[in-house]
């Protein structure tokens, strides 16, 4: 996370534009990528791939409308699947904590659904075999814990992956974003006047500032993640995705000096 400096509008808009040069190959490259049937861990962590390359291009078209506040809460999901990428890319075993935590979700939606008191889950209440669904679902559970998966715990998964870093600078802020935290609710909607009276704004104009962290958050994930994939890689794909993550490294050090921060 950067401090609240001013950006120059030239800087914000190459950093704009190598992004979208850095979703737009990285689309490409994954593209070219391919897993055999049976490697589950190759086949979600394309999957997970798919959603980190979805997620970057809708936060990166909301930025472009101004709409950080909403970027934000895509960025905190994008950084939640880059957690999960990268270890499944240091440890297979990873796949079975996902596959529990896949598992515990359904079994509570099973279970709030034959209490047959909430209208929203009325198709799956009417399901005849939901007694053997909930049933299904437990002994997966039970036979994941028993070859060894351990619960899905967010900040445990970053410190495993190496990026605790990322968790604690931009992951914990984002989240009060994301559960819109008294803090983050003040600093969207309200604005002091002179006469220090409070006003009430419905769209406030994002700083310069929060766009940067934003995109350039974004092109650090998307780097790293299709990176992962490098075996598939030709050499000249190789030493472009090294070109884009030298020009990124060249704008931020242009942005501390800006900033005084160097």
């Not at 990428?85 to 079975?96: F, G, P, R, T």
């Not at 406030?204 to 075996?231: H, R, V």
């Not at 890689?233 to 472009?240: E, G, H, R």
């Amino acid at each position: 996370m950067v401090d609240e400096k001013p950006i120059a509008a030239d800087h914000l808009k190459r950093t704009t534009e190598l992004a979208k040069r850095i979703h737009n190959i990285s689309i490409q490259l994954t593209e070219t990528v391919s897993a055999k049937r049976n490697d589950r861990v190759a086949i979600i962590s394309l999957a997970t791939q798919g959603t980190i390359l979805e997620l970057a291009d809708a936060a990166l078209n909301l930025i472009s409308r101004n709409s950080t506040s909403a970027a934000e809460t895509i960025l905190r999901s994008m950084l939640d699947a880059f957690a999960n990428l990268l270890l499944l890319s240091k440890n297979a075993d990873h796949l079975m904590t996902l596959q529990m935590d896949h598992h515990k979700e359904w079994l509570k939606i099973l279970k709030a659904a034959s209490r047959k008191d909430n209208e929203f889950l009325d198709s799956i209440s009417n399901i005849q075999e939901l007694p053997q669904l909930i049933l299904d679902r437990q002994i997966q559970i039970k036979e994941l814990a028993k070859r060894g998966a351990k619960p899905l715990i967010v900040e445990q998964t970053f410190a495993s992956a190496g990026i605790t870093e990322l968790y604690d600078g931009i992951y914990r802020r984002l989240s009060s974003s994301v559960h819109h935290g008294l803090g983050e609710v003040l600093r969207r909607h309200l604005v002091a006047g002179p006469d220090g009276i409070e006003s009430l704004i419905m769209f406030k104009e994002p700083t310069d500032t929060t766009k940067y962290m934003i995109i350039d958050t974004i092109s650090g994930i998307l780097l790293q993640t299709t990176a992962l994939f490098n075996t598939s890689l030709t050499d000249a794909n190789k030493s472009y995705l090294e070109d884009l993550r030298a020009q990124r490294d060249s704008l931020n050090n242009e942005m501390q000096e800006q900033s005084g921060t160097t």
